[in-house]
């Protein structure tokens, strides 16, 4: 549940959201990176896959119980969406829609952590700003996304080669003779996938975010009594399980159609 710790009298309302949706910095102009993207996004990547390659290490016979019938369960179903989806042959296809669910649903559920928690931790600690929600990032979404475009690329070119790829996207859908309108629209289409897929995560988790930094400006400020705003915030952070979940199975179930359409011929 999301609830406010920050001392409206020390901030304006304009400089604790500012303060909440900046990201610690370092580096200037194209090369400023955002170190708590990177770190929260890498700590959490090594954490929970380290700790599925040890679970997948130490997985017993029989039925399965705990944490090992939950990653058990994540792998089936993304397994299966893959031999729904995907009808090509690929030993990457599978393990790719895996780490995308279980990566940008862990990174989403960093927003059901109370607001002020550890923003206003590191800045105890001296760290001026931290942003602990890296899918609220552009810059990591589209990282993501730009991936997913140029193993789609691979796919192409491994599925048709580059003539059968160029072929395809020169003559479909209208046929040789009009290639250029062809082409255009191809590059289109391409064009719109990564970024297609890197606005609706970013968007969608923002949103949500702005929610609950906004629950805890109104409470701070007086204007909601603080049990009301907290039953609020609470019933907002369940409601919000549910779209994390959705934003990575949307995330992945695109990143397989994609993969899908590289292996498929016209």
């Known amino acids: ?10 901030q ?17 102009g194209f090369w400023t990176f955002h170190l708590d993207t990177l770190i929260v996004s890498g700590l959490l990547g090594l954490i929970f896959f ?3 390659a040890l679970l997948a ?21 993304a397994d299966d969406q893959v031999k729904d989806t995907f009808h090509a042959k690929s030993a990457l296809v599978t393990p790719l829609a895996i780490t995308i669910f279980i990566w940008v649903f862990v990174m989403n559920a960093m927003d059901l952590i109370p607001v002020d928690f550890i923003p206003m931790t590191a800045y105890a600690a001296g760290v001026p700003y931290l942003k602990i929600v890296p899918t609220t990032d552009p810059n990591l ?11 789609m690329i691979v796919l192409n070119i491994k599925y048709k080669g580059i003539g059968g790829f160029t072929r395809e996207a020169l003559t479909v859908p209208f046929g040789k003779y009009l290639f250029p309108v062809n082409l255009l629209f191809r590059i289109i289409e391409d064009i719109a996938k990564p970024i297609s897929l890197a606005l609706r995560l970013f968007g969608n988790m923002y949103a949500g975010e702005m929610v609950f930094i906004l629950l805890a400006v109104f409470a701070g400020a007086g204007f909601l009594w603080a049990p009301f ?3 609020l915030s609470l019933g907002w952070a369940l409601f919000h399980i549910l779209i994390i979940t959705l934003q990575a199975f949307v ?16």
Do not use: C, W
């Open 1 to 10: 549940m999301k609830t406010s710790m920050a001392d409206a009298g020390a």
């Open 12 to 28: 304006t309302s304009s400089e604790y959201i500012s303060h909440h949706l900046t990201n610690l910095q370092v580096g200037e």
């Open 50 to 52: 380290g700790l599925m």
């Open 57 to 77: 290490r130490n997985a017993t016979n029989g039925v399965p119980t705990g944490l090992q019938n939950f990653i058990e369960m994540v792998v089936s179903m």
């Open 141 to 151: 979404t589209f990282a993501m996304s730009l991936s997913v475009f140029a193993i």
């Open 229 to 231: 705003a907290a039953t």
């Open 251 to 266: 995330f992945m179930m695109l990143t397989i159609v994609y993969m899908s359409m590289a292996a498929e011929s016209h």
